[in-house]
């Protein structure tokens, strides 16, 4: 099942503007990861905050993350048509087993528009 | 670097057949999880493997299973496909775990 919801589902911006993304999730988390996805092809990592940080930047991307609300944001700024695409936020806990398994959202389409 | 290579990328089969699905993962990653992705249910984790050896398994019927071989490449096997097994396979691979993982670019499988 997955973790929690995306919000919105769908969003429809300029290209220019900037584009922010909610995410929220359910248990407990080790870290928050994000990813890409173009129309029906494989994801592509975007951000990975720890569970111990509240924000973080990689160029464009902005993440925040509120584990007292156990939901995450991204933010990316002076969108491009190229980032249009299906975001994912994606959580990972482990307890005594190392694993590594993601639990995504539902996910956010974003289309920009030129 | 070469990235995860997923084989084939399309599968059309008929309900009642298996299906086996082949994952590559990156040079040196030792954790190759598998994903399924449909409209309905969204991304939903299927198990890891990590040095040849189950690590995590997601809450899917035994007809799904898989293995890792000792190079860390992947195969995950659907027995007595069924028309909702229609799906995006995707495979991903990681270091160790925990951190970002790696995707391939999926293997399209249509039940008929």
């Known amino acids: 099942s997955q973790q929690g919801e995306e919000d919105p589902q769908a969003l429809s911006i300029q290209e220019g503007e900037n584009a922010t993304m909610n995410c929220s999730y359910k248990t407990s988390i080790n870290n928050l990861q994000w990813y890409r996805q173009n129309s029906g092809r494989g994801l592509v990592h975007l951000i990975l905050?720890?569970?111990?940080?509240r924000e973080k930047h990689s160029g464009r991307l902005r993440v925040t993350l509120d584990t007292s609300k156990k939901s995450s944001s991204l933010l990316i700024t002076a969108s491009r048509a190229a980032d249009t695409a299906s975001y994912f936020c994606?959580?990972?806990?482990?307890?005594?087993?190392?694993?590594?398994?993601?639990?995504f959202g539902g996910g956010t389409r974003l289309m920009v528009k030129p | 670097k070469a990235g995860v290579t997923q084989t084939p990328r399309y599968l059309i089969k008929t309900r009642g057949q298996q299906v086996t699905l082949s994952c590559s993962p990156i040079?040196?990653?030792?954790?190759v999880s598998w994903y399924q992705q449909t409209p309905g249910q969204g991304l939903q984790f299927l198990f890891e493997?990590?040095?040849?050896?189950?690590?995590n398994k997601g809450n899917f019927p035994g007809r799904f299973s898989g293995r890792q071989f000792s190079n860390s490449r992947s195969e995950m096997n659907v027995s007595t496909l069924e028309l909702g097994d229609s799906a995006l396979y995707l495979c991903a691979s990681s270091l160790a775990g925990q951190g970002k993982a790696f995707f391939g670019q999926g293997t399209r499988l249509t039940v008929v």
């Open positions: 040079s040196g990653h030792r954790s």
């Open positions: 994606a959580t990972v806990w482990w307890n005594n087993n190392a694993g590594n398994m993601l639990t």
């Open positions: 905050i720890r569970s111990n940080e």
């Open positions: 493997y990590f040095s040849e050896t189950q690590r």
